[in-house]
């Protein structure tokens, strides 16, 4: 059983009917699936949960999303490279992994990916010295096919995260030779060579397919294997070592994974890997579409990026130097805060420029990330606060709840009276005494209206429109008095976890669901046993069937 | 008002150089007697076929015309169009289908099925646009132009919550949207950049062929490496991936199709023929936009916004008098765009709010108009561009929509539809068409017929096979 799937078909199903179901998704069933099942490679000794008799889901081409291309140019040619943008791939589902396992490429993103190459190829061979970083050997003459091999394996090797095959090698090294020879210049041969290793689906898509291993199972081969460890944990290309190790056939038991992860969870690469992650998790903007966005709000564009920066500080912070668990991320009065967002959250200014690391007071409304102005913006109709929209946010972010969006033609909400003041949730009463509506919005609105303290620019408030606001409202159960408490709600709700590790997991192999859905369960019970730390999770992620394993594509 | 064809100009303009001497006769040569075709090969000057888009819905009862038939008064969200009433037709009375998974399209997926024909599957819990869309089946039938189509956008943000394919107009399959070009520059230097096109008042003539271009060579060896390294993957990759690298491949396959027209006449725009002849009468060198003009920047519907509106036009027309594309789809607003309409409504508020808020706020009515301003100078731009004996517009068969029908109840009844130039394609024009109830999806069948795609049935489901004969003149 899909179940997954499942929920989310019972879900629809009731919406046909008329009415939202009440929670989908998983928490942490006491019941899973099975024990510890071995490998069927007797070369790989796996730790980690078993699959059972679910199959490992089907293998699909991924396209490098464009934060993935942007980290692996940086990372082989230079932070310093700049190219014009991309064609962005649609974040379904909140992740832009997912987007990129099932989205096509437009005429204008091939251009796109033309335009790229060429403006870094352009700076990459601008200068003798600029390119000598790539040459493995100096040519002897314009037409020298040994050095322009050598170079040209190595930067194959680089960009298509394997080795060049033995006819890949010919052709490259003939086109290279072929365009030297015309402009009697070997390096004008080694970049036109680059920027074909750039254009080629081979770069651009990720086609890991494994090799039959046990029925219809297939192993992920040592290459493919370091690609997935790679743009999962640094979301981009593996680095030499992780090549060698591939190589050297040193990704194949459990021991040499998690020693490989554990080197590419130290390095910086992996903070900046999982700011893509953390973003997502919490349905934050881009960094170029958040600086788009940031004039449509009535603050300055500086207070507005650093209250999108300060999230992602305190759940880079959270996970990787506190080794929270997401329970306490959501109540923890810990954060980061500059002078200026200090001032809008009307909090003591830290010392010294830039961010500080704070704790906000322990009684304090204002806890874990839904207290972030970040989110409480994002989550608004400016210059109204939106708690159907942020209610929403918490129950497919942190429960993996699905809401769908509203039917047609439904009416609008009546427009507010003007001759008394009136508060959202007197407004939004319409949404839960209106039977169309309200099924769906019983879900959302009593959670966003919990947030009501909090205005739409993220601002603490008693009161709206000079009338009392009453921010109490209960959660699956679970009642709660103030955004404090919704806090405490949230963080103590059984399938906080479960959901966690679903997104984490969406993030890490781009599927929406696994077809193998009690991995799920077995991760989330994994995670909680192990003390709910991300690092401890990530690492026996990566050693799951599920993530080792594949099936034919269909 | 009309300029008329002016071949003074095109003569400086291309053949007064220094390089290539062409004699008064042969430029007589490049168009019939009646103006209305290439006189070469007697191809017909060309049909285009657009969709002219803006979003959040209109306030239907100030919208529809109170008369039907060419002597109707201007309804008030209408106003702005009155100077350009000739060239276009209110046609209302008409319902989109309420197919696909209702559930999911949700009250913002309304354009996808006008112009897919199709409602929206899950993909398996997202939503996604299944099918082609008009432009692409329209593109498809029309002859090649160097673009199978382009995707211009005045205001691109702040984007919706959740960035999914359906709020794109066009899609070129399952989950392949065409995504807008917000910004001016970018648009001008992929479709001009490096193109030797007459500047008027300065001759530019074309490079003269002759022996190897080293690097055109190079391109092309480029692509052809990578469609190996595609092919290889094609091989093992599973049905659905197949189409997208069959999608990727289009790309690649549209860049050599470009880059044999430039070798062949020395011209990245491939506006020449092989024989280094302007394919067409009135192609000239845009002015460069300033780097500035890029939509989705700017919180609020500001001048600036109104300038890339503008310049966005202008490039489109210069695109299509060049026959650079012969398809295109124009989107003034983003379905749900939450752009700040402050500067015009006068209050500090989202398109997307404002719209929610209903037809009784007169701001809302305020935004409305501004957006059919735009259409006006969209149309006259067109209107004002020559193309051939006659003006672009005339030969440009464009359907002007909303993602909704009003902002309110996102709906499917009553859904807002124009018809704007396509004279030379037969289209009535001038008046409002009044429909007791029809099916909407005929008007996108209908107008691809009219623009030269013979399409026989345009949806799936509950598709249609039958024109409107009544937007016929």
Known sequence: ?554 | MKNILNRRRVLRGIFQGTTIAVSLPRLEMMLNNNGTAWAQTGTPVPRRFGVWAKANGVHINDWVPKQTGKAYTIPPQLAPLAPVRDHFSVLSGLDLPDIGQQALRGHCGQHTILMNGVGMATSPTTIWVTGKSIDQLVAEKLPAASRKSIHLGTSGGPPPEVESPFHWWSHNGKDSPNVCNYNCREVFDMLFKGAKLPQPGTPTPPAAPGGIDVTAKAKQSVLDYCKQDADDLLKIVGTADKRRLNQHLEGIFEIEQRLKAATAAGMEAGVLDPNGQVKVSNCSMPVEPSIALIGGTSGDYNANVRLINKTMAQLLAMALACDITRVFTFETMQPGCRTNVKSISGRDDSYHGLSHGGPDDVNYVKVQVAMMDELRIFIEILRDTNDGAGSLLDSTVVLASDCTNEGPSHGLTDFPMLMVGGKSAGLRLGEHIRFNRGNGLRVPLTLARAAGAGLSRFGTDSGVTESFSELMS
């Open chain 1, 1 to 554: 059983m899909k179940s997954a799937i499942a929920h989310t078909l019972l879900l629809f199903a009731g919406l046909a009917g008329g009415a939202c179901t009440g929670t989908i998704g998983t928490g942490i069933s006491t019941n899973g699936t099975s024990g510890h099942g071995g490998s069927d490679d007797p070369g790989v000794t796996v730790g980690g949960p078993s699959t059972g008799s679910q199959p490992p889901s089907t293998a699909v081409l991924r396209r490098i999303t464009a934060a993935q291309y942007r980290n692996t140019i940086a990372d082989i040619f230079g932070a310093d490279v700049v190219y014009p943008t991309l064609e962005q791939e649609p974040a379904l589902l909140g992740y832009a992994s997912v987007g990129a396992s099932s989205v096509g490429t437009s005429p204008v993103g091939v251009e796109r990916y033309q335009a790229a190459a060429t403006a870094i190829t352009s700076t990459v061979f601008a200068t003798a010295a600029r390119r000598s970083r790539l040459a493995a050997c100096a040519p002897t003459k314009v037409d020298d096919a040994d050095c322009a091999t050598a170079v040209l394996s190595r930067l194959g090797r680089t960009l298509y995260r394997r080795p060049l095959s033995a006819s890949e090698s010919e052709r490259l090294v003939a086109l290279a030779i072929g365009i030297a020879r015309d402009h009697k210049d070997f390096w004008k041969g080694i970049e036109w060579a680059t920027l074909a290793l750039l254009q080629s689906p081979k770069f651009l898509y990720r086609s890991e397919f494994g090799t039959a291993s046990s029925g219809e199972i297939r192993r992920f081969e040592d290459f493919e294997l370091a690609a997935r460890l790679s743009f999962f944990v640094w979301n981009a290309s593996p680095d030499e070592a992780l090549l060698d190790a591939a190589q050297q056939g040193k990704l194949r038991t459990a021991q040499d994974i998690q020693g490989e992860i554990k080197r590419l969870l130290l390095s910086d690469k992996a903070r900046r890997g999982f700011r893509s992650f953390f973003q997502e998790y919490v349905h934050l903007d881009d960094s170029t579409v958040a600086a788009a966005a940031a004039s449509t709000v009535a603050i300055p564009a500086s207070l507005y990026m650093a209250a999108r920066e300060q999230t992602l500080l305190t759940l880079e912070n959270a996970f990787f130097e506190q080794e929270d668990d997401i329970s306490e991320v959501l109540r923890s009065p810990v954060t980061f805060m500059t002078r200026e967002l200090a001032q809008h959250y009307g909090v003591p200014a830290p010392a010294g420029d830039g961010f500080s690391r704070v704790s906000l007071p322990q009684d304090g409304m204002r806890k874990g990330v839904l207290g972030h102005a970040s989110l409480l913006i994002k989550f608004s109709n400016q210059p109204n606060s939106a708690p159907t929209a942020r209610g929403k946010f918490v129950r497919e972010a942190f429960l993996c709840q699905g809401v769908p969006p509203p039917p047609p033609n439904v009416d609008e909400l009546p427009v507010p009276i003007m001759d008394r003041p009136i508060t959202m949730r007197e407004r939004l009463e319409e949404h839960r005494s209106n039977p169309a509506c309200a099924s769906c919005h019983a879900l959302t609105d009593p959670v966003g209206l919990g947030l009501e303290n909090f205005d739409s620019l993220g601002k603490y408030r008693d009161k709206e429109n000079g009338l009392a606001i009453d921010p109490s409202g209960e959660l699956d159960g679970d009642t709660f008095a103030n955004p404090g408490e919704m806090a405490d709600a949230i963080g103590r709700h059984p399938q906080l976890a479960g959901c966690f590790v679903r997104q984490l997991y969406r993030h890490a192999t781009g599927e929406a669901e696994p077809d193998n859905a009690p991995i799920l369960d077995d991760l989330a019970r994994r995670y909680v046993g192990t003390g709910k730390s991300l690092v401890d999770l990530i690492t026996t992620l990566v050693t799951t069937d599920a993530f080792l394993n594949t099936r034919s594509p269909l």
